[in-house]
C-alpha cells in the first residue's frame, strides 16, 4: 500500500516542470457503495453504505483526461435478507470497510473545460476505465461482539494461507460533468464498478470444511471459527448444521465486485492565456 501510494504521488506530479494551471482540476465526493457476491447473488444494488473520496485529474485537450484518487467505502450483506431458501438457512454475514487508491483515465464525449473556451459545452457524459489497490478487511456479529474473519479460516485455510486483505481491481465507470460557473467550479456525478481478482469481499467462496480441520488449525480460536464457519443452527427451525464437509458454501467460479456511485464538486485551476479564448 505505501508503495502504491508512493506511485500515486508520482502520477500526480508528473510533468511538474510543464504544468500549466488550466490543466489540472481538485474535487471530491460523497455518495454510496454497495457490493455483488455470494450474500447479494441477484446483482441488485442493496445494503448500501457510505462512500466518499478526493482526486486530482489532469485534463490534456477537453477529451482525454487522467486521475488520481483515495476513496473510502463501506459495503455489507446478509443472508437474512435473501429470498433464496438455501441462503436462508446459510445465514451469513458480513461488513467491511474498503479504502483505495486508484489510477483511473476519462475520455469526454463533447469537449470540456479546454483550452479554447467557446467549444466548451456545459454538459458532458464521459466514460472512465482504470485500475486500483484497495484494502478491505470483513467482519461479522456474533453474540454482540465483532470479529475479523480472515483470520479465522472459516472455509479451512491453514494458518497464513487466508486470502489476502490488498487486492488489486479493475475500475469501469462512467458520469456526467456540469460546468457551475466561469471560475472553473463542476457538478460530478459518476458510477464506478469495481471488478475483483478475488472471491473473498464477503469470506465465502468455496464448500465447508470439515470442522476437525478448523479445529486443528486455529487452536483458542477454534470454537469461534467453527460457529461462525456455519450458522445455520441460529436460524429458527433448524437443529441440525447444514455444514456438511465439502458441500457448497459459495461459488467461487464467479468473483465478487463492489460498485460506488457519487456526486461533488471540483475546482479548475485555469491560467488566463488570451482574452481571445475566453468564453
Same mark, same amino acid.
Given at each position: 500500500?505505501?508503495?502504491?501510494?508512493?506511485?500515486? +504521488?508520482?502520477? +500526480?506530479?508528473?510533468?511538474?516542470?510543464?504544468?500549466?494551471?488550466?490543466?489540472?482540476?481538485?474535487?471530491?465526493?460523497?455518495?454510496?457503495?454497495?457490493?455483488?457476491?455470494?450474500?447479494?447473488?441477484?446483482?441488485?444494488?442493496?445494503?448500501?453504505?457510505?462512500?466518499?473520496? !478526493?482526486?486530482?485529474?489532469?485534463?490534456?485537450?477537453?477529451?482525454?483526461? %487522467?486521475?488520481?484518487?483515495?476513496?473510502?467505502?463501506?459495503?455489507?450483506?446478509?443472508?437474512?435478507?435473501?429470498?433464496?431458501?438455501?441462503?436462508?438457512? $446459510?445465514?451469513?454475514?458480513?461488513?467491511?470497510?474498503?479504502?483505495?487508491?486508484?489510477?483511473?483515465?476519462?475520455?469526454?464525449?463533447?469537449?470540456?473545460?479546454?483550452?479554447?473556451?467557446?467549444?466548451?459545452?456545459?454538459?458532458?457524459?464521459?466514460?472512465?476505465?482504470?485500475?486500483?489497490? %484497495?484494502?478491505?478487511?470483513?467482519?461479522?456479529?456474533?453474540?454482540?461482539?465483532?470479529?475479523?474473519?480472515?483470520?479465522?479460516?472459516?472455509?479451512?485455510?491453514?494458518?497464513?494461507?487466508?486470502?489476502?486483505?490488498?487486492?488489486?481491481? !479493475?475500475?469501469?465507470?462512467?458520469?456526467?460533468?456540469?460546468?457551475?460557473?466561469?471560475?472553473?467550479?463542476? +457538478?460530478?456525478?459518476? !458510477?464506478?464498478?469495481?471488478?475483483?481478482?478475488?472471491?473473498?469481499?464477503?469470506?465465502?467462496?468455496?464448500?465447508?470444511?470439515?470442522?476437525?480441520?478448523?479445529?486443528?488449525?486455529?487452536?483458542?480460536?477454534?470454537?469461534?471459527?467453527?460457529?461462525?464457519?456455519?450458522?445455520?443452527?441460529?436460524?429458527?427451525?433448524?437443529?441440525?448444521?447444514?455444514?456438511?464437509?465439502? $458441500?457448497?458454501?459459495?461459488?467461487?467460479?464467479?468473483?465478487?465486485?463492489?460498485?460506488?456511485?457519487?456526486?461533488?464538486?471540483?475546482?479548475? %485551476?485555469?491560467?488566463?492565456?488570451?482574452?481571445?479564448?475566453?468564453?
Amino acid at each position: 500500500m505505501r508503495n502504491f501510494l508512493l506511485l500515486l +504521488l508520482g502520477f +500526480l506530479g508528473w510533468q511538474h516542470s510543464t504544468l500549466k494551471a488550466q490543466s489540472w482540476e481538485f474535487g471530491g465526493f460523497a455518495g454510496t457503495s454497495f457490493y455483488f457476491g455470494e450474500l447479494n447473488t441477484f446483482f441488485v444494488p442493496v445494503n448500501l453504505g457510505a462512500s466518499l473520496g !478526493i482526486y486530482m485529474r489532469r485534463n490534456f485537450d477537453g477529451r482525454i483526461c %487522467f486521475r488520481g484518487g483515495i476513496s473510502y467505502g463501506h459495503i455489507w450483506g446478509t443472508d437474512a435478507d435473501s429470498k433464496n431458501a438455501f441462503e436462508q438457512a $446459510r445465514n451469513l454475514s458480513f461488513s467491511s470497510d474498503i479504502f483505495e487508491g486508484s489510477i483511473l483515465m476519462e475520455f469526454n464525449f463533447v469537449p470540456y473545460r479546454s483550452r479554447q473556451r467557446r467549444l466548451d459545452k456545459m454538459i458532458c457524459p464521459y466514460i472512465t476505465a482504470g485500475a486500483s489497490i %484497495f484494502y478491505y478487511n470483513p467482519k461479522t456479529k456474533y453474540q454482540d461482539a465483532w470479529y475479523e474473519l480472515q483470520p479465522l479460516g472459516t472455509e479451512g485455510q491453514a494458518p497464513g494461507e487466508e486470502y489476502r486483505l490488498v487486492q488489486p481491481a !479493475i475500475i469501469l465507470g462512467g458520469g456526467l460533468k456540469m460546468r457551475l460557473n466561469k471560475r472553473g467550479w463542476s +457538478l460530478n456525478i459518476e !458510477i464506478g464498478q469495481r471488478m475483483l481478482f478475488t472471491d473473498y469481499l464477503d469470506d465465502v467462496s468455496g464448500v465447508y470444511a470439515d470442522t476437525r480441520l478448523i479445529e486443528g488449525y486455529r487452536g483458542s480460536q477454534s470454537s469461534v471459527a467453527i460457529d461462525l464457519a456455519d450458522r445455520s443452527t441460529e436460524v429458527e427451525g433448524i437443529d441440525t448444521p447444514i455444514g456438511e464437509e465439502g $458441500r457448497q458454501r459459495g461459488d467461487s467460479k464467479r468473483k465478487d465486485a463492489f460498485m460506488m456511485i457519487g456526486i461533488g464538486l471540483s475546482y479548475n %485551476f485555469r491560467r488566463e492565456v488570451c482574452p481571445a479564448n475566453q468564453w
